[in-house]
C-alpha cells in the first residue's frame, strides 16, 4: 500500500470537492466586468494625462511658442511632433493648428508642416504603453512591435510627402506645395455649414475621474506649472497600472472567448481591420487612444501583427474628422485646406505603404525583435526619436538661420 503511494498523492488531499475548487475559473462574466473596469482607468489615464500636459503646456505658453518660429518648414514638423507629444492627442493638435490658421496666428504653409509632425508625435503613446509589458519579454516583443508599425508608417510617410511638398512649394508662385494645392481644390468645392465641435464622448463619461485628479493637483500644487507636472505623473502611473491589470486579465479566460472573434471577425482581413480603425477613431476622436489599445491586444496575441498595420492606417485616416469639423467651426478657406490636407496625407501614406507593407513590417518587425532582447534599445527609441532628435532638430535649424 505504501508502495503505491506517491508524493503528489500525499502532498494534498484526495477529497474531490479540493479539486473542483483547485480548477475553478473566474466566470466570463466577471472577467469581462474586470476588462471593463481596466479598460475605463486606462482611458481616464490618458484624459488625465492630457489634462495635466495641457494644464502644464498653457501656463507655460507652450503650445504658442512651440509654433512661433514655424515658418521654418522643418522647425514647423518637429514642433508638431513635440507638441502632439505633450498633449498625448494629434486629434488636439490637429484641431489647434487648423484653430490658429482660421485664427491668422499661424500660416497656411506652416499649417500643413505641422500637421505632419502631429501624425509623427501621436505615436509615442503606443511606446509609451509598450514598456509596460516589458517584464514579459514575449508580450513586450509584441506590443513594442505593433507600436513600431504606427512610429514606421508615419515616419516613411513623412519622409516622402514633406520634402514633395516643400520642393513643389518652392517652385509654385504661391508657396503652395502639390498636396497643399490639392487640399484647396477640395476646400473649393465643398461648402459645409458651421457647426460646433462636439464633445469627446470618452471624455464625458472619464470627465469624474479627470476632474478629481484635476482637483487633488490644484490642491497639492500651489502653482498652475506644478499642478500640471502633478496630474501627468498621475495618469501616467494609473495608465501602467490600468495597462498591467488588462495585460493580465487578457491572458486568462476572457482572452479564449475573445480570441476567435477577433480572429474571425474583426481582424479577419486587411479591410476590416482598416475598417475597425477608422470607425473606432471617429467615435472616441482619438488615434491616441485606438492606437494604444492596439497596442496590449497585440501583445496578448489577440490581433496578429500583420493586421496591426491596417488598422493604424485606418486610425490615422479616422482622427482627420477632428480636424475637419474644427475647420467647419471655423469655415476659413485656409482652416479647411489644412484640415483636407490631414486627410490627403493619410490617404497617400496609405496608398504607399500598404501596397508595400513588407517594408514597415520588417523594419518593425527587426527592431522589435532587438528591443525584446535588449530592452535599453526599446527606451532609445521612444527618446531619440520622440525627444533628442526633435529638440537637436530645431537647435541645429535655429543656429543655421541666426547666422545667415
Given at each position: 500500500m505504501l508502495k503505491n503511494e506517491s508524493p503528489s498523492s500525499s502532498s494534498y488531499p484526495a477529497d474531490p470537492a479540493f479539486s473542483r475548487e483547485e480548477r475553478r475559473e473566474v466566470p466570463a462574466w466577471m472577467r469581462g466586468l474586470y476588462a471593463g473596469a481596466c479598460l475605463y482607468l486606462f482611458l481616464a489615464a490618458l484624459n488625465i494625462l492630457g489634462s495635466g500636459l495641457g494644464t502644464f503646456g498653457g501656463d507655460s505658453d507652450f503650445l504658442v511658442r512651440a509654433f512661433a518660429y514655424g515658418e521654418n518648414p522643418f522647425i514647423a514638423l518637429l514642433a508638431g511632433v513635440l507638441v502632439t507629444m505633450v498633449v498625448q492627442s494629434s486629434s488636439f493638435t490637429s484641431a489647434l493648428i487648423v484653430t490658429l490658421v482660421a485664427s491668422g496666428?499661424?500660416?497656411?504653409?506652416?499649417?500643413?508642416?505641422?500637421?505632419?509632425?502631429?501624425?509623427?508625435?501621436?505615436?509615442?503613446?503606443?511606446?509609451?504603453?509598450?514598456?509596460?509589458?516589458?517584464?514579459?519579454?514575449?508580450?513586450?516583443?509584441?506590443?513594442?512591435?505593433?507600436?513600431?508599425?504606427?512610429?514606421?508608417?508615419?515616419?516613411?510617410?513623412?519622409?516622402?510627402?514633406?520634402?514633395?511638398?516643400?520642393?513643389?512649394?518652392?517652385?509654385?508662385?504661391?508657396?503652395?506645395?502639390v498636396f497643399t494645392q490639392a487640399a484647396g481644390w477640395l476646400s473649393s468645392l465643398i461648402g459645409l455649414e458651421e457647426v460646433a465641435r462636439p464633445d469627446s464622448p470618452v471624455k464625458v463619461v472619464t470627465a469624474p475621474v479627470v476632474n478629481g485628479a484635476d482637483a487633488v493637483g490644484g490642491w497639492l500644487m500651489p502653482t498652475p506649472t506644478g499642478e500640471g507636472l502633478l496630474v501627468a505623473a498621475m495618469g501616467l502611473g494609473l495608465m501602467f497600472i490600468a495597462l498591467i491589470f488588462m495585460v493580465q486579465n487578457l491572458r486568462g479566460a476572457l482572452l479564449r472567448h475573445m480570441d476567435g472573434l477577433f480572429r474571425t471577425y474583426f481582424f479577419r482581413t486587411d479591410s476590416r481591420a482598416y475598417g475597425v480603425g477608422v470607425v473606432s477613431t471617429v467615435l472616441v476622436q482619438s488615434s491616441t487612444i485606438t492606437s494604444s489599445l492596439m497596442v496590449p491586444l497585440a501583445g496578448a496575441g489577440v490581433v496578429r501583427i500583420r493586421r496591426v498595420l491596417p488598422f493604424m492606417m485606418g486610425a490615422n485616416l479616422g482622427t482627420t474628422v477632428t480636424s475637419v469639423l474644427a475647420a467647419t467651426a471655423n469655415p476659413i478657406a485656409a482652416a479647411m485646406t489644412v484640415a483636407l490636407f490631414h486627410v490627403i496625407f493619410n490617404l497617400t501614406g496609405t496608398a504607399i505603404w500598404y501596397p508595400l507593407r513588407r517594408i514597415p513590417l520588417k523594419l518593425a518587425l527587426s527592431y522589435g525583435d532587438l528591443a525584446g532582447r535588449k530592452p535599453r534599445y526599446a527606451f532609445l527609441f521612444l527618446f531619440g526619436v520622440f525627444l533628442v532628435i526633435p529638440l537637436l532638430g530645431i537647435g541645429a535649424t535655429e543656429l543655421l538661420v541666426s547666422q545667415r
Open positions: 496666428e499661424m500660416s497656411l504653409g506652416t499649417g500643413v508642416f505641422a500637421i505632419m509632425g502631429a501624425n509623427i508625435g501621436t505615436a509615442v503613446t503606443g511606446v509609451i504603453v509598450a514598456l509596460a509589458n516589458i517584464r514579459i519579454r514575449r508580450n513586450f516583443r509584441r506590443s513594442f512591435t505593433a507600436a513600431l508599425l504606427h512610429d514606421f508608417f508615419n515616419i516613411l510617410t513623412v519622409m516622402i510627402v514633406f520634402p514633395v511638398e516643400w520642393l513643389t512649394g518652392l517652385a509654385h508662385e504661391t508657396g503652395r506645395g
